[in-house]
């Protein structure tokens, strides 16, 4: 079953509160209290609200630099496969979230609560982020400003970011000391452990089992191909 389904008038919509369930709630006319955010994480849905996540963040990012791109759009539906069924209910959350007057922080905050622990799951709206914001080519500075503070919001440390934003470089491009947050000076071992480390919390398997729907599965894997390919080029490097 797609998680998009029942994003608008769903239990989501009904149980989320906070910002995301006043969102939902002007679509289909009913009235969800901003402050009703106490208690509402063991009824939601952590897949579709992932999904609701990125869309809503994927709105805003698309308009930071003033500039709503075609391309941009296109890699909405495309990295989240929306299926046509669908892209009517999701297009109103989508134009909704662009429209409105409040910015993007209520969200990420709400986000960050809701997997709150949950670091790994974070970092992958991070990821996710990045690779919209690249649809059209480059990532603008207001894009970048934007998605940075996202992370600050997120409780993502300024060398977890680097090592998200790096590992969105192909493999011969990129710096694998960067990749694995480690340094050059560091001795095998001590890369070795956070190698190991980052490899079990972006495990695609491990994502799915909190929250990251299979529908966005692809980026979280090609995550784990660059920390694979950096730990190859790290232990070449410390050969020589």
């Known amino acids: ?12 919509g009904l149980s989320l509160g906070g910002p995301f ?4 709630g002007s679509i289909i006319g009913s009235k969800v209290s901003r402050s009703r955010t106490q208690g509402y994480k063991s ?15 994927s709105a805003k990012l ?3 630099d003033g500039n709503v791109s075609k391309e941009e759009l296109i890699a909405v539906k495309n990295k989240l496969k929306i299926p046509d069924s669908e892209i009517d209910q999701v297009g109103k959350i989508f134009n909704k979230a662009k429209e409105e007057s409040s910015g993007y922080e209520p969200y990420a905050r709400q986000i960050s609560e809701i997997y709150k622990g949950n670091l790994n799951v974070l970092e992958e709206v991070i990821n996710i ?15 970048l400003e934007m998605i940075e503070h996202i992370a600050q919001i997120f409780n993502i440390n300024q060398i977890q970011f680097e090592a998200i934003q790096e590992s969105r470089k192909t493999s011969d491009k990129l710096n694998p000391y960067v990749v694995l947050e480690s340094k050059p000076n560091d001795d095998i071992l001590t890369i070795r452990k956070k190698y190991l480390k980052l490899s ?35 232990q070449k490097l410390k050969k020589n």
């Open 43 to 57: 009824f939601i849905n952590h897949q579709q609200v992932f999904a609701l996540s990125l869309i809503v963040l």
């Open 129 to 143: 982020l990045f690779y919209i914001a690249e649809a059209d080519g480059a990532v603008s500075q207001k894009e």
């Open 200 to 234: 079990k919390q972006h495990h695609p398997d491990l994502l799915i089992s909190k929250g990251v729907p299979q529908e966005v599965i692809k980026e979280s894997k090609n995550k784990m191909r660059a920390i694979n390919n950096a730990w190859d080029q790290v």
């Open 21 to 24: 369930g006043m969102l939902l």
């Open 1 to 12: 079953m797609s998680i998009w389904g029942s994003l608008i008038g769903g239990m989501i």
């Open 62 to 64: 698309s308009k930071a």
